[in-house]
């Protein structure tokens, strides 16, 4: 385990070869999680995958799109658990999260996909829903997952309509952003396309479209969790 030093950014190089300097800050911060993150993916490439837990800010979210982009996957800790929900937040909202878990389950979720990465476009969108049959996610731990999902999204429809209600397209695009992550990671793509329709409307501010939208979500997540 390496652990970048206060006031030092950590890189890694060839061969494995760990670096530090006092380089500019990034993000306003020495050291940086993009820095050693870009790093990585430099040497390792698609064999990255990334854990981004509880922080301030909007650190790692550049790298863990280094990370999609290279064929590598990124774990986010779930809001319930996080002190702060910043740096988990920022990577969520930009749908690079292939898998968003609470603290006690972060373990587990990172020895699935060590044992074999989600396969990821060249842009970092996934290809297909991220089940069992993509062969990285054995049945016990997809049922698990999924169970989770299946706890949680109810709550999170129900954030999402009062959002909605009370117009705040921004919360309404976070809400969609997340449950949109979640609900791919579990193969539930109709969930799934609901929430990026949703994240549309909420960026041209189409408040009706996005109150009757929220009611098609909440079917549809009834029906994916009666069909589990």
């Given at each position: ?193 609901c929430c990026r329709q949703l994240i549309e409307l909420a960026h041209v501010g189409a408040i009706a479209d996005v109150t009757a939208l929220v009611d098609q979500l909440d079917r549809l997540v009834e029906l994916a969790i009666r069909a589990s």
């Amino acid at each position: 385990m390496l652990v970048a030093p206060g006031n030092r950014h950590l890189r890694i190089g060839p061969g494995g070869v760990v670096a530090l300097d006092d380089g500019p800050k990034v993000n306003s911060v020495r050291p940086s999680l993009d820095v050693a993150l870009e790093s990585v993916v430099g040497v390792y490439g698609a064999s990255v995958v990334a854990a981004i837990l509880t922080g301030i800010g909007s650190d790692g979210a550049r790298g863990a799109a280094a990370v999609r982009q290279a064929g590598g996957a990124v774990l986010t800790e779930d809001r319930s658990t996080c002190v702060v929900w910043g740096m988990p937040r920022a990577v969520e909202e930009l749908g690079l999260a292939n898998l968003v878990l609470p603290l006690g389950r972060i373990g587990e979720g990172l020895a699935e996909l060590l044992r074999g990465p989600c396969r990821v476009s060249s842009t970092g969108s996934r290809e297909g829903g991220m089940t069992e049959a993509d062969g990285w996610m054995d049945a016990e731990f997809l049922a698990e997952v999924r169970e989770l999902f299946n706890e949680g999204a109810p709550s999170t429809v129900e954030s999402l309509r009062q959002a909605a209600a009370t117009g705040d397209m921004q919360q309404v695009g976070r809400l969609a952003h997340t449950l949109a992550g979640e609900s791919g990671a579990v193969g539930y793509a109709s969930v799934e396309l609901c929430c990026r329709q949703l994240i549309e409307l909420a960026h041209v501010g189409a408040i009706a479209d996005v109150t009757a939208l929220v009611d098609q979500l909440d079917r549809l997540v009834e029906l994916a969790i009666r069909a589990s």
